[in-house]
């Protein structure tokens, strides 16, 4: 079964935690996203990768980071620095073509709570 | 500065109506513009593309009307039904650049 897994499904922390959302996908994909969806905002891109050991901040980087160690993973920890952390955080893959039309395939999203 | 502005937020049609989400966008070094489906709890997936060198693209009930001197595109879903009540996002992309702008989606519900 090919595609991108995030886990978990939902995810509980409280204030003052960091915590680290995990992404993996079997596609063969040099390109790796993360967006944070709120209700009525829209996909905000948070980081992205183009290839292994290289990423690049997107519109909403304060308060996050991220690695990539390894082709098929490309986990995101929410540092207790982000104000606002209760969201939908969707990862995305895509082949890496550097051009417009390189299609962005979603994963089922990781919902996160803060208590 | 929002780049894809979407209307309508939500749009409520009757089972075999057509749905009509529109979208405009600012950049016009913008040379792709997907539309992407996402049901609750579920990640977004692509449904139809267009590139502006076409003015129309259909797939099944599906079609992407574009104007680029006025800058807008619009997604019509013909005879809509039940199944396709969904949140719709507009996109845009430009040149070499991986990044995908969204518009802040429209609420789609078909009822039977």
Redesign the interface.
């Known amino acids: 079964d090919g595609g991108?897994t995030q886990s978990p499904k939902y995810l509980f922390r409280k204030e003052g935690q960091n915590v680290t959302l995990s992404c993996e996908q079997n596609l063969n994909h040099d390109?790796m996203?993360w967006y944070r969806q709120d209700p009525?905002?829209?996909?905000?891109?948070i980081y992205?990768s183009?290839i292994v050991n290289d990423f690049q901040k997107?519109d909403i980087a304060e308060g996050y980071s991220v690695s990539r160690e390894k082709k098929e993973s490309f986990p995101l920890t929410v540092t207790s620095a982000q104000k606002n952390p209760t969201a939908f955080y969707?990862c995305?893959s895509?082949i890496?073509t550097?051009?417009?039309?390189?299609?962005?395939?979603?994963?089922?999203?990781t919902r996160l709570t803060v208590l | 500065q929002q780049q894809v502005k979407q209307s309508p937020q939500s749009l409520i049609v009757q089972k075999g109506g057509i749905s009509i989400i529109n979208c405009a966008y600012e950049n016009t070094a913008f040379d792709y513009f997907p539309w992407y489906q996402q049901f609750p709890g579920k990640g977004p997936a692509l449904l139809i593309a267009i590139r502006p060198d076409v003015s129309e693209k259909k797939e099944g009930r599906f079609t992407i009307s574009f104007n680029k001197s006025a800058k807008q595109f619009s997604l019509h879903i013909m005879d809509s039904q039940p199944g396709d009540s969904a949140t719709y996002f507009c996109a845009a992309s430009k040149g070499s650049n991986y990044k995908l702008t969204f518009g802040k989606g429209t609420l789609l519900t078909v009822n039977p």
């Open positions: 991108i390109a996203y009525g905002q829209g996909l905000r891109l992205y183009q997107g969707l995305a895509s890496g550097a051009t417009s039309t390189d299609t962005q395939y979603f994963g089922p999203g």
